[in-house]
């Protein structure tokens, strides 16, 4: 089938939130994909169970093969269908944090296809808070996989017209469910193993996870052939615009470091939380308060916003070294890589 451009959906009243819940789940049943709200950020959604459809996901994402994706669940027992194991460290998490941006890493049912997984033994699955694909996955009766609605590596969407704007003319539909209240991709937990281990840090942080786990393993710097998780590549999470970190007292300072550097002023788009520079030397200063479920809330749109204005440069002040900005400074450095 030939698109032109994807049908955009509101669902800001009770009827048009109807309409965009049956036109959505008539498209996934048939084998396509869609994108839809989630509270992290825009998932590309297809039905988890079938093969040609997540294939889908892979061409229109330009993802490479190897990278797994996560299941979005709407209910317990659907999750179970989906693992051939359930530990009961899974429901004790589960009960915690679900639905919210947490994602538990668990061995697979034969039900998941090898292309969902990349081949692998587990399954990352998930059930989101947002109450529109929460309606989708009840009308479907299928869990979806749905990777963020972006180019592979590029910038999760975190709003309707940011999908739109990148993928808009490779998909029959876009569901606007308003801005993702969370900002940034979950927090993903392995419980395959003992004991678990943050695959991917997010919103949920390690001491959160803690007062449920009791303990969890250290970071690993193995390399494995077969991805457990998205969000694992060097480079991921990227602007068009190149990153950089930097740390800065004064506008003086902040100006020799771009000089150092050969950085061009009048084309770079700062972001900063705590010393703000004054707007003279730069094409734009952003200001996100130094909170971090501000600053991953705002993040990704400054991103967005940056590289609609031209930049060339993001210069994002760094970010402080705790429990609560370690997803941000994952996202950070990973979008930092060349």
Known sequence: MRLERAELLTTDTPQSFETAVRKAAELLQAGHVVALPTETVYGLAANAFNSDAVARIFKVKGRPSHNPIIVHVASLDMAMRCAALWPPLAGRLARAFWPGPLTLVVARSPQIPDIVTAGGPTVGLRWPS?????????????????????????????????????????????????????????????????????????????????????????????????????????????????????????????????????????????????????????????VIPHDAEAFARALYAQFHESDEAGAEWIIVEQVPDTHEWRAIADRLTRAANP
């Not at 009308?139 to 996989?145: V, Y």
Request: aromatic residues 4%; glycine residues 6%.
């Open 130 to 286: 947002h109450p529109f694909i929460q309606a989708v996955i009840q009308r479907c009766g299928f869990p979806l996989a749905a990777p963020s609605a972006n180019p592979s590596n590029q910038l999760s969407p975190t709003n309707a017209r940011h999908v739109d704007k990148r993928l808009g003319d490779k998909m029959p539909l876009i569901v606007d469910g308003g801005q993702a209240q969370v900002g940034i991709e979950s927090t993903v937990l392995d419980v395959s193993s003992s004991p678990p281990r943050v695959l991917r840090p997010g919103m949920i942080h390690d001491q959160a996870l803690l007062a449920v786990t009791g303990t969890l393993a250290g970071p690993t710097n193995e390399s494995h052939p077969i991805l457990k998780s998205p969000g694992l590549l060097q480079k991921h999470y990227s602007p068009l615009a190149r990153l950089l970190l930097l740390t800065w007292k004064t506008d003086r300072d902040l100006v020799a470091q771009t000089e150092r550097l050969k950085i061009n002023r009048s084309r770079t788009h700062i972001i900063a939380h705590t010393h703000i520079p004054s707007g003279q030397d730069f094409s734009n200063v952003s």
